[in-house]
């Protein structure tokens, strides 16, 4: 026995998009190529007294561009988990792009936490190159910025930072200069909550480097970290693949297709 405690983890799907170009989603793809796409998820990690919810999700209103569809509000979801999004105190960001921090405002009395490169990035010399502002919005950085000056959002500096025991965040940049992972002890032991640090299985298995990134090296790099720090490809979940929703069951029978318990042994 470690001593750790054993969180339950749940990936909660609020959007999805069906499909997209190969060339878009790898480099080196085939533009002329349509792959399967991605899904969205929110997370939420309870036990030992605490909760957090890890990323926010895209804003509604962005619904259909891109072929990225919004499928549930993630607020009103986790009410159905029973986690009131208005009392929600802990918040963990794992990097400012516009999908993982479009709806800061449904957690009114939350503090933040972000890895403070990510906050230089966003704010800083990074942004006058239009290459690295596509995937932020103007109106998320302003919020952010906003959390700082009420007081509500923490930097992380260091690499690897202990929030709780059983608990960790990692930063591996990358895909973007601030991008950090959650490392969870679950009731199956350790497991790596990727985010976009790797957001398909094939970023690792083929080592296929995502098309969109801050530093190539780093991402590519991150993703041998990632797997490393997983264990096992069956306890790496990466943040967009779909094999996530196909592989891991619903915690009760009215949440299927929404809510994937991660602390299960996922299908084969």
Not at 86 to 92: N, R
Not at 235 to 243: A, K
């Amino acid at each position: 026995m470690n001593g750790l405690p054993s969180y339950d983890v749940l990936a909660i799907r609020y959007g999805e998009q069906k499909e997209r170009p190969e060339g878009s989603t790898f480099m080196g793809g085939d533009p002329a190529k349509m792959i399967p796409g991605l899904d969205f998820f929110t997370y939420v990690i309870t036990g030992a007294g605490r909760t957090w919810i890890v990323d926010t999700g895209f804003k509604s209103d962005i619904s259909g561009e891109g072929g990225r569809m919004h499928l549930h509000d993630p607020a009103a979801v986790l009410g159905r988990l029973g986690v009131e999004a208005k009392t929600a105190t802990d918040v963990l960001l794992t990097h400012a792009h516009f999908d993982h921090v479009g709806n800061l405002a449904d957690y009114p009395a939350a503090s933040f936490r972000m890895h403070a490169e990510e906050m230089a990035s966003i704010t800083g010399p990074d942004m006058t190159h239009p290459a690295f502002r596509h995937a932020y919005h103007l109106r998320d950085t302003q919020a952010l910025v906003q959390l700082v000056y009420e007081d509500r959002l923490r930097f992380d500096t260091e690499q690897v930072v202990e929030i709780a025991p059983g608990l960790e965040s990692h930063l591996i940049g990358g895909h973007a200069r601030g991008q950090t992972v959650l490392r969870v002890h679950s009731r199956r032991g350790w497991i790596l909550l990727a985010s976009d640090a790797v957001h398909l299985f094939e970023e690792v298995t083929d080592e296929r480097p995502f098309a969109i990134f801050y530093d190539l090296a780093k991402m590519v790099e991150g993703y041998r970290r990632c797997l490393a720090l997983a264990g096992s490809l069956d306890r790496l979940v990466p943040g967009h693949d779909q094999l996530v929703t196909a592989r891991y069951p619903a915690p009760s029978a009215d949440l299927e297709g929404i809510v994937f318990d991660l602390g299960a042994e996922p299908s084969a």
